[in-house]
C-alpha cells in the first residue's frame, strides 16, 4: 500500500505541475475510492496536498517568468472569497449527494477540455477584452466556489479564463493558475478544518504529490499542452462514469 498510495502522488502531483490543475480532481477520488475517506475527509485533505503542491509546482513556473503575480493576486482573492463559501455550503451537504455533484463537475471539466484543445493556443500573450477586469473577477469567484464545494482546484475554469479573458499565453496561465489554485485550496482547507487527517495511507499519497509537482512544473515547458490535455480529458470522463453509477447505486 505505501508503494501503491506514493505512486498515485506521483500521479497528481504531476499532472498538478503540468497542466496548472487537474491533480485536485482526481485527490478526491483516489481518498474516497482507494483510501477509504468519506466525502468530506477527501475534500479537506486533498485542498490541503494540492493547495501546498499548487504553491511548489509554481516555482518553477516563476522562475521563468510565467507567472503574473499581480493577475494571480487579483484572481485569487476572489476565488478565496468564493472558497470559503463554497466550504460552507459543502460542509452541509450530505456526503452522497457531494460525491455525485463531483461526478457531475468531472464530466463536464473532461467535456470542455475536449472542445477547447483546438482554441487553445501556445502563442504569447492577446490584447485583452474590454471588461476583462469583471470577468476576471466572477470566474474566480466561480472556481473559488467550486473548490470549497467540492474540493475541484478549478484549473479547468482558471486557465481559459486567464487565456480567453486576461489575454495571457498558456504558458503564463497555466503558471498563474497554480498560484490561484493555491490560495483557492488553502482557503477553503481551513473552512474545512475539522475533517483534516493525516494518518494512515494519506502519507505516502502527500509525500508523492509533494514531491512531483515542483518537478512536473520544471519540465512543463517541454511538454505539448494540447496533447496532454486530451489524454487527461478522456480519463476524467472515464472517472466521472465511474463516480456517478458507484454513487447513484447508494441512492
Known amino acids: 500500500m505505501l508503494f501503491f498510495g506514493v505512486t498515485l502522488g506521483l500521479l497528481t502531483g504531476t499532472l498538478l505541475g503540468l497542466l496548472g490543475g487537474g491533480g485536485s480532481i482526481i485527490a478526491v477520488p483516489i481518498m474516497v475510492y482507494v483510501l477509504g475517506f468519506d466525502a468530506k475527509t477527501a475534500?479537506?485533505?486533498?485542498?490541503?496536498?494540492?493547495?501546498?503542491?499548487?504553491f511548489l509546482a509554481a516555482i518553477s513556473h516563476y522562475r521563468r517568468e510565467s507567472v503574473l503575480i499581480r493577475t494571480a493576486i487579483y484572481f485569487g482573492v476572489a476565488g478565496a472569497l468564493g472558497s470559503f463559501f463554497g466550504?460552507?455550503?459543502?460542509?452541509?451537504?450530505?456526503?452522497?449527494?457531494?460525491?455525485?455533484?463531483?461526478?457531475?463537475?468531472?464530466?463536464?471539466?473532461?467535456?470542455?477540455?475536449?472542445?477547447?484543445?483546438?482554441e487553445t493556443s501556445d502563442s504569447e500573450s492577446k490584447d485583452a477584452p474590454k471588461?476583462?477586469?469583471?470577468?476576471?473577477?466572477?470566474?474566480?469567484?466561480?472556481?473559488?466556489?467550486?473548490?470549497?464545494?467540492l474540493g475541484v482546484g478549478g484549473g479547468f475554469i482558471i486557465v481559459p479564463a486567464l487565456t480567453f479573458v486576461v489575454g495571457l499565453s498558456i504558458r503564463e496561465a497555466v503558471g498563474t493558475s497554480l498560484v490561484v489554485i493555491g490560495m483557492n485550496s488553502l482557503v477553503g482547507?481551513?473552512?474545512?478544518?475539522?475533517?483534516?487527517?493525516?494518518?494512515?495511507?494519506?502519507?505516502?499519497?502527500v509525500v508523492g504529490t509533494l514531491a512531483a509537482a515542483p518537478i512536473a512544473g520544471h519540465f512543463s515547458h517541454y511538454v505539448r499542452q494540447r496533447e496532454l490535455k486530451t489524454v487527461f480529458a478522456v480519463t476524467l470522463l472515464a472517472i466521472s462514469a465511474f463516480m456517478f453509477v458507484k454513487q447513484m447505486v447508494h441512492f
Do not use: E
Not at 475534500?43 to 499548487?54: F, P
Not at 482547507?189 to 499519497?205: D, K, L, Q, S
Open 131 to 149: 471588461n476583462a477586469g469583471v470577468k476576471v473577477f466572477f470566474a474566480g469567484f466561480g472556481s473559488g466556489i467550486l473548490t470549497g464545494l
Open 43 to 54: 475534500i479537506a485533505t486533498s485542498l490541503v496536498v494540492v493547495g501546498v503542491a499548487s
Open 87 to 118: 466550504a460552507l455550503i459543502g460542509k452541509q451537504i450530505p456526503n452522497d449527494v457531494q460525491l455525485l455533484l463531483f461526478s457531475v463537475v468531472a464530466a463536464l471539466t473532461g467535456y470542455l477540455m475536449i472542445r477547447r484543445r483546438s
Open 189 to 205: 482547507a481551513a473552512t474545512y478544518a475539522g475533517f483534516i487527517r493525516w494518518g494512515g495511507n494519506v502519507m505516502p499519497y
